[in-house]
């Protein structure tokens, strides 16, 4: 599938070990991503050292954060696609070739967004927990959007659509849903897809503890609070249904 060239965007910080299993697996994609992209959000172990000896390009980004990390990575991309993965994920070999075809099946598509399961729980819990803790998180934000979210450990998203949304993102405040904040970005305007085969394996260790749970649950509403006050759920239906 020749044309659209696809820069995946990976941000890290003190991950280098799970960064070496997500490149090993985008060394074998079907179709060869054009860049990998690792931004190195203040590493003090060997992050930036295996990114190169995977032949990724680093680029440094000292604001300590993913929403600066993943906006700075998104900035540098220079393909016509910018993929995401974190550094836990493990995308099958053929996560970028799925990207690719749906982009140029549809070129009216903004942005596509995918699924996972936990690799490091219990293998009779994987499928249950997994699909519970994704699908709550899909239904609740699209409520909460008026169209489909995205999840920062599977997507991509057009350049043109970052270039067109890059202001409207929180860049500087650590503690706000980089990915959800996205989506609000990008709008019910524009259309992001939800590829249940655009699957990757993904960690649980952001949700062991009850601090982390908490965190995150923070995260979730802070998010929220920011972008419902430049457009509350309901002007979003209202924009969403009028399309």
Do not use: K
Not at 28 to 41: A, F, G
Not at 80 to 103: F, N
């Amino acid at each position: 599938m020749p044309g659209l060239t696809v820069s995946v965007v990976i941000p890290v910080r003190d991950d280098a070990i799970a960064l070496a299993a997500c490149l090993e697996r985008l060394r074998r994609q079907t179709v060869p991503p054009w860049e990998v992209l690792i931004v190195d959000n203040g590493s003090t172990d060997g992050t930036a050292a295996v990114a190169a000896a995977w032949g990724a390009r680093v680029v440094e980004e000292a604001r300590i954060g993913i929403p600066s990390a993943a906006a700075t990575g998104y900035d540098s991309a220079r393909g016509d696609v910018i993929a995401r993965l974190d550094a836990d994920s493990r995308p099958d070999e053929r996560w970028v070739e799925r990207i690719v075809a749906s982009m140029t099946a549809d070129p009216g598509l903004d942005a596509v967004t995918g699924s996972g399961q936990f690799f490091d729980l219990p293998v009779v819990l994987r499928a249950g927990v997994s699909g519970a803790y994704l699908g709550a998180y899909y239904v609740l934000a699209h409520l909460a959007l008026g169209h489909t979210a995205l999840w920062g450990s599977s997507m991509a998203v057009r350049r043109q659509a970052w270039l067109a949304v890059r202001s409207r993102v929180s860049r500087d405040d650590s503690e706000v849903h980089d990915d959800l904040d996205l989506a609000f970005a990008l709008g019910p305007g524009r259309r992001i897809r939800f590829d249940p085969m655009l699957r990757v394996g993904v960690s649980a260790r952001s949700l062991r503890g009850h601090a982390q749970r908490v965190r995150r649950f923070d995260r979730a509403c802070r998010t929220l609070r920011l972008n419902w006050r430049v457009a509350p759920p309901w002007d979003r239906w209202r924009a969403r249904l009028a399309r």
